[in-house]
């Protein structure tokens, strides 16, 4: 039987060929895949039968590749080119995370673990009952922390950074929240700017506000998530606070967007 490196390489690699470029990633390659599958009975266009296709990813399943793991869990959870079956879903995704939790935290594998974590994280977070999985913030916590903290994983990270701003989440604290959404900003997550943004630039409890830094943010994340799912609600942020920013804070945050860039600082 072929192998994903084999039967499914040449849609990988047209998967890839046609991806923007900022989408360069295993993730997006796997949903790149699984979107590819969603209403396809065949994969003839590129040499590969539907069948042909699933069984080579269940091949490399059984050998532990995370690719085909994860490519095999999105689509079972979402019914894309297979019937939906959570029970299925959860239990590849939790194979990544169990045979896989001391990967190097570098490269393709290691975003693919770090996210099976994330998502672990969200069927604990909202409970599963209908697969046996019971809600637990707990391990829903510990689960994020380690995708965040080990692999640097910048959804996880931010979904830490928010975590410390509730008392039912991490418990209150501004300043592990700002490092945890610095960090995930600093990697180019646009919910993560704004996030950072709105909470320097109006502060929290004891933590003073910094508007001229928040609001530099703001526009980072504002031009970040042009063109995505999540614009709406970085605009929002910004125009928020815009409606009360001083004309010396706009200006201040402008100078300091415009040294950012001129020093070679990425976001």
Not at 5 to 17: E, G, I, K, P
Not at 138 to 166: K, N, P, T
Request: hydrophobic share 45%; net charge negative; aromatic share 8%.
């Amino acid at each position: 039987m072929r192998t994903l490196s084999h039967a499914v390489f040449t849609l990988l690699l047209a998967v890839c060929a046609t991806a923007p470029a900022q989408a360069q990633t295993a993730i997006d390659a796997a949903s790149g895949l699984a979107r590819a599958m969603d209403g396809i009975t065949s994969m003839d266009s590129v040499g590969v039968p539907n069948d042909t296709f699933i069984s080579a990813l269940e091949s490399d399943a059984e050998a532990g590749r995370p690719l085909a793991l994860w490519q095999l869990g999105s689509m079972y959870e979402h019914g894309e080119g297979v019937s939906k079956d959570p029970v299925k879903a959860f239990g590849y995704y939790s194979q990544i995370a169990i045979q896989h939790v001391d990967t190097a935290p570098r490269g393709l594998e290691a975003d693919i673990v770090a996210r099976s974590f994330v998502k672990l994280g969200d069927y604990f977070s909202e409970g599963a009952p209908e697969i046996g999985v019971q809600q637990d913030p707990v391990e829903s916590h510990r689960l994020l922390m380690h995708a965040a903290s080990y692999f640097g994983d910048a959804e996880a990270q931010y979904r830490v950074g928010l975590l410390y701003q509730r008392e039912d989440g991490l418990g209150v604290s501004p300043m592990l929240s700002a490092r945890w959404l610095q960090s995930a900003a600093s990697k180019g997550h646009c919910l993560a700017q704004a996030g950072l943004g709105d909470l320097l630039f109006n502060g929290m409890e004891s933590y003073s506000p910094r508007p001229a830094e928040g609001l530099m943010w703001l526009n980072i994340a504002h031009e970040t998530c042009h063109g995505t799912a999540d614009q709406a609600v970085a605009d929002e942020m910004l125009s928020r606070a815009v409606s009360i920013a001083s004309p010396e804070d706009r200006a201040a945050a402008h100078a300091m967007a415009n040294m950012s860039y001129e020093v070679g600082i990425e976001f």
